[in-house]
């Protein structure tokens, strides 16, 4: 009997919903595990149809064309190693997220995910059966157990593999990111070593899908829980891992381990990737930006230089009778820096026109928040009739503080196809200007050196929407605010926490008002990166009418 196995592991992009290209991808890697040898190639959870599929997957005939498009696949690689592919599966009137292997152009054998998530973006519960606890399956020399994603994070399935027979463990997942997930999939992944014993490898997909970035960053750990073996983070990859029968059982040989970056690298990857991949699996090519001066709008230009490349990405300036001096220049220098192409269109003859216009109407009325968005909205306006007319897509710059307390104005500045910081409060966009100024990596499309200007970092915030405006003067100061939002809505805390924090409790009950008010501005709002477990949209779900106080 041999005492080596070979697998290869596809950390690949897929498309949700596009059956044919992911088939594509799944043979181009399973040819490149023939070519090496492999005994097996593995890609990840619910791989032909990409992920996260949300209720599309219980559309019968979507996902009849994927089980379709799975046998097809088996039919095509029965020359060679056994493939092993995430995908929906039908028993019955049951839907379940399976794992099917494939083998002698046939489906052989299929793993049904028993825990089905029900938490942050996940709805599975609602769209899938739970499969029931089950044992390995047989490739060549070895017993494979595979616990799909979630069934990883509990003792049981795995515990139930090992006392079956399975001598190591393969976990194919659909596993997004936010910050610090790596150390929480590692904790969870050493536990179930050993529990068990066995080695595990945990393949994960890679790439965008709406405000999800699955990151890849594969990896093996080989019993004790040393790892063996880690993928590049954000990155497509095929891998040889190959493992060895010694007297205790298979073991993993050690392999490269590509470097985890810090938070602040990680992040920034996030939202470019998020971008380009939402544009790419869209269909735009270029994309477009209101360039307000500010640090909102040249972090976004940033990113959109990075994702898509410089000449793809169009900065207009729209100024007013407040715009001043300063973000006139420093708006046209970042956009000069990164190489974007910029335009300036001033917004005085429209906005008199619309003045004009609502003149009888208006009469004898003082001017108030009213002509304030009226600019925010002429704005949206054009630069959505530059996108129609360019066929370029606007992106929107509100960072997440903006978002949480309503500092927006609805079919104004937040007018746009995608926001790649809505889940990024403003205090982590100044260090990450600071941080993108200072660094420059290969994934990065755009300019190397400091392509943000210091002014923009460092002078006070203004929606320059009146005279000597500072947006300090409607909200606390950007530290404060954040500071009492981590507790409102990461850890999803209460006034007497804020309170407790050091927060004055009239503020902390006007952010949380605030909070509640603007929900249905974020109802109809553009996606935007997920960076934290807390991100607005399928993390957070709040009603739009609602009278609810935390009066504690």
Known sequence: MA???????GQMNPTVGDIDGN????????????????????????????YNVQDLVMKPAFHTAAIQAVKDLARDCADGPTLAIGSPWVEGTELFNAYLICRGGRIVSRVLKHHLPNETVFDEVRVFDAGPLGGPYSVGNARVGSPICEDAWHEDVAETLQETGAEF????????????KMETRLN????????????????????????????????????????????????????????LRGPEGW????????????????????????LRDYMAKTGFKKALLGMSGGVDSALVATIAADAIGPENVRCVMLPSEYTSPDSLEDAESCARALGCHYDYVPIAEGRAAITNTLAPLFEGMEPDLTEENIQSRLR???????????????????NKSEVAVGYATIYGDMAGGYNPIKDMYKTRVFTTCEWRNANHRDWMMGNAGEVIPQRIITKPPSAEL???????????????LDAILEILVDQDGSIVDCVAAGFDRETAQKIERL????????FQSAPGARLTKHAFWLDRRYPIVNRWRDKS
Request: hydrophobic share 45%; aromatic share 8%.
């Open 380 to 398: 949206g306006l054009l630069l959505m009739a530059m996108s129609n007319k360019f066929g370029e897509m606007l992106l929107t710059t509100g």
């Open 466 to 480: 009146r005279d000597d405006q500072k947006d300090s003067d409607s909200l606390p100061d950007y530290p404060e």
């Open 251 to 274: 073991r993993v040989v050690e392999g490269e381990i590509a470097p985890q970056p810090d938070d602040w690298e990680q992040d920034y990857h996030v939202m470019v990737m998020a």
């Open 515 to 522: 909070l509640f008010l603007s929900e249905y501005k974020r």
């Open 169 to 180: 463990l393969l976990v194919p997942n659909g596993s997004p990111y936010y910050r610090g």
């Open 3 to 9: 005492d080596t196995f070979r697998i290869t592991l």
């Open 23 to 50: 088939a594509a991808k799944a043979r181009a890697a399973w040819e490149a595990g023939r070519e090496a040898g492999a005994d097996m190639v593995a890609l990840p959870e619910m791989f032909i149809i990409g």
């Open 188 to 243: 969870h992944m050493v536990a179930r070593v050993v529990e068990t014993g066995l080695p595990l490898i945990y393949l994960n997909m890679v790439g965008g899908q709406d405000d999800q970035v699955f990151d890849g960053a594969s990896f093996a750990l080989n019993p004790g829980g040393k790892l063996a073996m880690r993928m590049p983070v954000m990155a497509e990859a095929i891998t040889h891992v190959d493992l």
